[in-house]
């Protein structure tokens, strides 16, 4: 099994996703999953101004560095189970 968690827990203790992989890594974790509502709320990362090509190269970089890699941590988000049209 893969124990991982997402940058987004993170959000309130840090000011970016790169910043926030550092600190999962020094917690222990080997996997991590991307949060793109952080990006979204904050207009950064991937939703921000500069260069969608740049930004993925330094997650990549960082990705490297730390030696950690991305997975899928959570379940689909939307609409609760159960709920029917």
């Known amino acids: 099994m893969k124990l991982a968690t997402t940058t987004g827990d993170f959000e309130e203790y840090t000011h970016s996703q790169l910043e926030a992989m550092e600190y ?17 709320r904050q207009k950064s990362g991937i939703y921000g101004q ?27 988000m939307g609409v609760s189970f159960g709920k029917n049209d």
């Open 24 to 40: 999962i890594k020094m917690a222990g974790f080997k996997y991590l999953d991307y949060n793109f509502c952080w990006d979204y």
């Open 50 to 76: 500069e260069d969608f090509n740049k930004h993925i190269e330094s997650v990549i970089k960082k990705c490297d560095e730390l030696k950690v890699k991305f997975v899928q941590a959570h379940a689909p």
